[in-house]
């Protein structure tokens, strides 16, 4: 049974989003909230992602949705109470194409212009500075040393716990199974363990969005699509920097432990919520990646898992409160990049619900009928 029938607010979905989101609604000293999670904690998309924080973003709102979250990442620890691994050891993304290089030119600038600390660099700079990297075809680079990764199961576990202490209720293996509407408003939710009314629901479902607004009338356009990862045996400590190419679609990092971190998207990948891990990414994979580092030649792979992106029409996320429904937020299709914009994302949508606007950044180009009045897609998607 539930602890209460009644809440102010409900997140639907126990993720780093919807931890987060409680987290700040709570800072911001509205506590009568209550995270359903169908499973456990970081179940769903959050603990299956490959942990990167990057700021490096071909769209100016990505940017400073990053940066924001970067500021709060580096003082998590005191902010929040946990280590969660956070290390800041750089992005560097590799342009093998003359496309790619005047794409990271304008990216670059752009992302200066906000004051990103980011940097072009040539061929041979990039093969002085990362010498563990193969560097045939590649022409430039782009490098931001103040990117990098941290833990997400122990990122969402720390919102939780930190969130639980202010009061907030998380109730795992208990899934949303429809939301009641009156008269244009949410009234309650109803779960499998039973009824809650409440004043406000927040949808951070992930690869569920789509479902849990169709159970509030409200059609949202993300689809999920499987993302594979695997990891190896750790090796003693060779890179620092998370490793991109959009041209050879792959990224990497090396974990604390010295394990290699490494997945790629699928574009005939259809979507669904299949969680399979398949051998031919695997095979793939293991094939591709010792030709860009030569040092992974030989090394073992230990694990191999899926989860999913919940992709929007133009890679960026949706946040925003429902028109027909003024009680309804949602904050999806983050498009494999919910983790690391999840501190200014959370902190943004508490913002809106207990103040009515968002103070700490301005996400006004991530609403929902941006899609009615045409929109650029994010390049920055691997």
């Known amino acids: 049974m539930i602890v209460k029938s009644r809440y102010k607010v409900v997140v639907i979905g126990g993720g780093v989003i919807g931890t987060a989101v409680a987290f700040y609604l709570a800072k911001n000293g509205v506590s009568d909230v209550v995270v359903l999670e169908k499973d456990y904690l970081s179940s769903g998309s959050t603990g299956r992602c490959g942990g990167g924080i990057r700021q490096q973003w071909s769209e100016r709102m990505n940017v400073r949705l990053a940066m924001r979250s970067v500021e709060h990442f580096k003082r998590f620890e005191s902010e929040v109470g946990f280590d969660i691994e956070y290390f800041q050891g750089g992005y560097l993304l590799l342009a093998y194409t003359e496309e790619e290089v005047l794409l990271f030119e304008r990216n670059t600038k752009m992302q200066q212009e906000e004051n990103l600390d980011v940097e072009l660099l040539s061929k041979n700079e990039a093969s002085s500075k990362f010498s563990f990297i193969d560097m045939s075809g590649v022409r430039a680079a782009a490098y931001c040393s103040s990117d990098g990764h941290a833990n997400p199961h122990l990122t969402t576990f720390a919102y939780a716990r930190a969130a639980e202490r202010m009061g907030v209720e998380i109730l795992t293996h208990t899934s949303a199974e429809n939301i009641i509407t009156e008269d244009g408003r949410i009234v309650a939710v109803q779960t499998s363990k039973g009824k809650i009314e409440t004043e406000v629901v927040v949808n951070a479902a992930g690869g569920y969005s789509h479902e849990v607004g169709a159970m509030a009338g409200v059609e949202l356009p993300t689809e999920s699509y499987r993302h594979q990862i695997f990891v190896t045996e750790p090796l003693e400590h060779i890179m620092d920097p998370l490793v991109i190419s959009f041209e050879n679609n792959f990224y990497i990092r090396q974990t604390k432990a010295g394990n290699f971190i490494m997945g790629q998207g699928d574009k005939d990948e259809l ?43 133009d890679a960026q996320p949706i946040i925003d409160r429902a028109v027909d429904i003024d009680n309804f937020y949602y904050a999806i299709g983050f498009s494999g990049h919910g983790f690391m914009l999840a501190p200014a994302v959370g902190e943004a949508v508490a913002e809106w619900i207990v103040h009515g606007e968002p103070r700490s950044v301005d996400i006004s180009n991530l609403s929902l009928n941006r899609f009615q009045e045409g929109f650029t897609i994010e390049k920055n998607v691997v």
């Open 271 to 313: 979507p669904g919520h299949n969680v399979t891990p398949t051998w031919k990414f695997l095979r793939e994979m293991t094939e591709k990646m010792p030709k860009f580092f030569p040092f992974l030649r030989d090394v073992r792979v230990l694990r191999h898992w899926a989860g999913l992106y919940n992709m929007s029409p």
